[in-house]
Antibody, heavy 121, light 110 residues
């Protein structure tokens, strides 16, 4: 059974960089043709797709975040990571990591429990 | 503003049936499969339907999905109070080259 777990600081100051890591257990991150994704959810709002990466390092990002976001993968550690720089209060959200199936399916079948990141001084 | 459009809320009595619609465009639902997710407060979303109409093991057959053109529908029969949750549709947008979700629909079982 694949499991994902987000980790990182729960509080980030405005203008600084949000950094989160997702650790995959129960299977190799390199197994299968999956993409590994980050999705966030502000309190009381809907799901907001941030970006994805495959184990070859190919990435796609949400256009409005593209200038501030970097997703990377470390297959040796079975992890992938999110960096979002120049954060503001609008980036306060629960951040989920998830496994995405190949297209045309694109289902997110395994999710982390989510981690709340608050942007505040 | 979400790329996929869902009604903000639906409600029905226990035992009844409800449908939740998800409207998109030719670059997303028109080209790729749709998934449906159920999210209860404080938890991660859980996939209910994938590839438009398939149910993962463990999801009751009270839940069904369909897709036609640029729209998709989630159906829930025999409503139970435990079905109260937020429901999201999701797919890939080939034009935007991003994942997209609907704004979510809150189901109330009266």
């Amino acid at each position: 059974q694949v499991q994902l777990q987000e980790s990182g600081p729960g509080l980030v100051k405005p203008s600084q960089t949000l950094s989160l890591t997702c650790t995959v257990s129960g299977g190799s991150i390199s197994s299968g043709d999956y993409h590994w994704s980050w999705i966030r959810q502000p309190a009381g709002k809907g799901l907001d797709w941030i970006g994805r990466i495959n184990t070859s390092g190919s990435t796609n990002y949400k256009p409005s975040l593209k200038s501030r976001v970097t997703i990377s993968v470390d297959t040796s550690q079975n992890q992938f990571s999110l960096k979002l720089n120049s954060v503001t209060a609008a980036d306060t959200a629960v951040y989920f990591c998830a496994r995405m199936h190949p297209l045309p399916g694109g289902t997110y079948d395994y999710w982390g429990r989510g981690t709340l990141v608050t942007v505040s001084s | 503003q979400s790329v996929l459009t869902q009604p903000p809320s639906v409600s029905a009595a226990p035992g009844q049936k409800v449908t939740i619609s998800c409207s998109g465009s030719s670059s997303n639902i028109g080209k790729n499969h749709v998934s449906w997710y159920q999210q209860v407060p404080g938890a991660a979303p859980k996939v209910l339907i994938y590839d438009n109409d398939k149910r993962p093991s463990g999801v009751p057959d009270r839940f069904s999905g369909s897709k036609s053109g640029t729209s998709a529908t989630l159906g829930i029969t025999g409503l139970q109070t435990g079905d109260e949750a937020d429901y999201y549709c999701g797919t890939w947008d080939t034009g935007l080259i991003t994942g997209v979700f609907g704004g979510g629909t809150k189901l109330t079982v009266l």
